[in-house]
Antibody, heavy 116, light 105 residues
C-alpha cells in the first residue's frame, strides 16, 4: 500500500524557517518524481514544486522559488520541504504527493501556522 | 501563466442526477488535465488523469472529456458519498482550478 506521511509542521513565528518531511512507503521511492502542494485554510490548492528521481531536476512555482527548497533522500525514502522567511501567507496545510503522470497518491497533510 | 476557471463554484443536485463540472484553461493544455475529489478534512484524491483516464479504484460513474481549453467531469448518477469539492489541475505548468463544491439537494 502506498503511504505518504508528512511531519514537521506546527506554529512558527514570522520570518523564521521550518523544514517539513514526507516519509514514503509501499512503493519504490527512487523510481518516482515527488511534489509538494499546499492549501491555505478554506482555499484552493497551490502547487509548490517537484523533484525528479535523482534530484537533478527541481521545479518550483515562480512565486516561491526563492523561499522554498525541495530535496529528497532516497536512502531514507524521504522527501523534504525547507521553508524560509515565512509569512502569514504561508499558513496552510502542506501535502506531499507521488507523481506518476500526475499526483496519484497524497499524504494526509501537515498544518503550518505562521503567527507571532 | 495558464489560468484555470472552474464552474460552477457551487452545485446542488439530487441523488441519481447526472452532474457536469467544467474547467476552462486560458490556453490550449493538450489534454494534460486531471480531476481531484477532496472531501472535508481529507487530502485530495485523484479521479481522472489526462482528461479521460479513470484512476485505479474510481467508480465508473465518473468520467472526463475535453480538449484544447475546455474540459468536463461528469458524474453519471450522483451518490451521497460524492459530496465533496472537485478541483481540476492542468499539468503544462501546474495550476489548479478554484474548485466546485458539490452538495446533495
Amino acid at each position: 500500500e502506498v503511504k505518504l506521511v508528512e511531519s514537521g509542521g506546527g506554529l512558527v513565528q514570522p520570518g523564521r524557517s521550518l523544514k517539513l518531511s514526507c516519509a514514503a512507503s509501499g512503493f519504490s521511492f527512487n523510481d518516482y518524481w515527488m511534489g509538494w502542494v499546499r492549501q491555505a485554510p478554506g482555499k484552493g490548492l497551490e502547487w509548490i514544486g517537484e523533484i525528479n528521481q535523482d534530484s537533478s531536476t527541481i521545479n518550483y512555482t515562480p512565486s516561491l522559488k526563492d523561499k522554498f527548497t525541495i530535496s529528497r533522500d532516497n536512502a531514507q525514502n524521504t522527501l523534504y520541504l525547507q521553508m524560509s522567511k515565512l509569512g502569514s501567507e504561508d499558513t496552510a496545510i502542506y501535502y506531499c504527493a507521488r507523481e506518476w503522470d500526475t499526483y496519484d497518491y497524497w499524504g494526509q497533510g501537515v498544518m503550518v501556522t505562521v503567527s507571532s | 501563466d495558464i489560468q484555470m476557471t472552474q464552474s460552477p463554484s457551487f452545485l446542488s443536485a439530487s441523488v441519481g442526477e447526472r452532474v457536469t463540472l467544467s474547467c476552462r484553461a486560458s490556453q490550449n493544455i493538450n489534454k494534460y488535465l486531471d480531476w481531484y475529489q477532496q472531501k472535508l478534512g481529507e487530502a485530495p484524491k485523484l479521479l481522472i488523469y489526462n482528461t479521460n483516464n479513470l484512476h485505479t479504484g474510481i467508480p465508473s460513474r465518473f468520467s472526463g472529456s475535453g480538449s484544447g481549453t475546455d474540459y468536463t467531469l461528469t458524474i453519471s448518477s450522483l451518490q451521497p458519498e460524492d459530496v465533496a469539492t472537485y478541483f481540476c489541475l492542468q499539468r503544462n505548468s501546474f495550476t489548479f482550478g478554484s474548485g466546485t463544491k458539490l452538495e446533495i439537494k
